[in-house]
């Protein structure tokens, strides 16, 4: 019997600190996953209480969100149509002060990043589409491990974000749930 192509093999944890790491990030992602969904429409449309994000957070939340899932195809609907950005932030309101401090963090690095990184006089908000995607490629590529692992944490708030919303499940094929719930009078 042939091997699992790299991508279908199965996840083997080992019994270390690092393993037990991963299984636990592992967990506490897939438990925030389900999470977003039991959210009542309403409350996922408008977050509550006081914002998570700063207004400039929210404008490097979103530049990121629509090159990280940029498909090209055209019936995509673009980010600032949708309530992708107010989705990650009414789920940041239910995670840990700490997360959503390193969250705001990793926003503020990605921004500044090409400055630091690349030594290239922009942000990232302010560069052509070309020139983000070559920043990005530098975050997933890149020979630290921090800046890969920042790549992925905002990556998955940014897919999460974005592919939650009911405008873009016919662009992965889902029909959506089915029982919905009865609309309130």
């Known amino acids: ?83 992708a950005v107010a989705t990650v932030e009414t789920l940041c309101e239910t995670l840990d002060p700490g997360v959503v401090r390193q969250l705001r963090l990793g926003l503020r690095l990605f921004e500044y990043g090409p400055l630091v990184f690349e030594l290239t006089l922009a942000r990232f908000t302010g560069m052509s589409d070309a020139r983000k995607d070559a920043s990005l490629r530098g975050w997933m590529e890149s020979r630290f491990a921090l800046r890969r692992l920042a790549f992925l944490g905002l990556r998955n708030v940014c897919l999460l974000g974005y592919y939650s919303q009911e405008e873009t499940w016919p662009l992965i094929g889902y029909a959506g749930p089915l029982l919905r719930p009865e609309p309130s009078a």
């Open 1 to 83: 019997m042939a091997p699992f192509p790299a991508p279908l093999r199965p996840l083997r944890l080992a019994a270390t600190r690092r393993g037990f790491l991963r299984l636990s990030g592992t967990t506490a992602a897939l438990t925030a996953l389900a999470g977003l969904r039991a959210v009542p429409p309403a409350a996922a449309a408008e977050p509550g209480g006081t914002p998570v994000f700063d207004e400039t957070e929210r404008e490097i939340l979103t530049a990121l969100m629509e090159r990280m899932v940029d498909t090209g195809d055209p019936a995509a609907p673009a980010v600032r149509d949708t309530r």
